[in-house]
Structure formats: structure tokens, C-alpha cells
């Protein structure tokens, strides 16, 4: 919904859309790494039963079991990410940050739903499952479209001496 809602208003503003998308990417990983720690504070989105140091015990759910704060995990992430894109918010092409942040997303979200008690489907809950396409769909654009800001990671593009 946001995304059409976005190109609605770049087609009526005649604005670049993938120089909005950037824009607004920030801001977005930003304030879903709030979004996680609100779930924290809320007991929300309950991670499967462990037995780690770190372990909460959520009064919503059964307070006698201790689970992993899968919440706190999610909004580490998104902010390392956040952390990750501003150090990449330099010269690119207009939608890199965007199909970026997609794309880290989408493995972080596919990763951490292991520890989160969801329905499972073919084994994966449904967030991995469309975590899966971002990441196909992300990484098959970046790889295609921008491979030209990924210069800085020396180990794709070693120097000739």
C-alpha cells in the first residue's frame, strides 16, 4: 500500500519515484526498529521457548516459560541496518538505498522468524515466505541495476596491482 501510494504521488508531483524511495528509506528502517521495541513493550510477537541467559518471561503468554526476545533481536536489526544504509547514503544510482534496504530486510526477517512462534507452512512461517521474494527480487536488482556501488567491497572487485 505504501509503495502505491508513493508512486501515486510521485506520478501527480512529477518526482522521481526511486529518488523518494530513498529518500523515505531511512526514516522507514528507522522507525520499524521503534515498531519492534513498541512490540517489546507491549508483549507482543512471542519468540519460541528457550532456555539463553538473556531469556524473557512475557506475562501475555505463559509466564512460567522463558522465550527469546525475538522483538529486541528485530529492532537491533533494523537498526544496524538503518546504521548500514546511512553509511551507504552517498553518491548512487537513484533507488540503490531502497532495493538495499529490501533486500537486507527481508534476509534479517528470514533469519529471526525461525525464533518466533509462528504458523509454519512447508516449514516457514508466511513472513518468510514473502521475506524469500524480497530477497530474490532485491538481490536479483541490485546485482543487475547497481553493481557499480558495490565497488567499496573489495573482495567482488580486487585491485589490479
Avoid at 538503518?82 to 527481508?106: A, D, P, Q, V
Avoid at 526477517?109 to 512461517?125: A, K, N, Q
Amino acid at each position: 500500500g505504501s509503495l502505491i501510494a508513493l508512486y501515486w504521488f510521485t506520478r501527480k508531483r512529477a518526482v522521481s519515484f526511486w529518488q523518494l524511495a530513498d529518500i523515505l528509506t531511512l526514516p522507514a528502517i528507522f522507525a520499524l526498529g521503534m515498531g519492534r521495541l513498541a512490540n517489546f513493550v507491549n508483549q507482543e510477537i512471542l519468540g519460541t521457548i528457550t532456555q539463553v541467559p538473556w531469556c524473557v518471561r512475557f506475562l501475555r503468554a505463559d509466564p512460567l516459560q522463558c522465550r527469546h526476545p525475538v522483538q529486541l533481536y528485530g529492532a537491533i536489526g533494523r537498526f544496524f541496518t538503518f546504521f548500514l544504509l546511512l553509511r551507504f547514503n552517498k553518491k548512487h544510482k537513484e533507488g540503490f538505498l531502497f532495493w538495499m534496504f529490501l533486500f537486507l530486510l527481508g534476509i534479517g526477517r528470514l533469519l529471526l522468524d525461525f525464533l518466533r512462534e509462528d504458523l509454519r507452512y512447508l516449514g516457514l512461517s508466511v513472513g518468510q515466505w514473502f521475506s524469500i521474494l524480497m530477497v530474490i527480487g532485491g538481490g536479483y536488482v541490485l546485482f543487475r541495476y547497481y553493481q557499480e556501488d558495490f565497488r567499496f567491497v573489495s573482495f567482488l572487485y580486487p585491485r589490479k596491482d
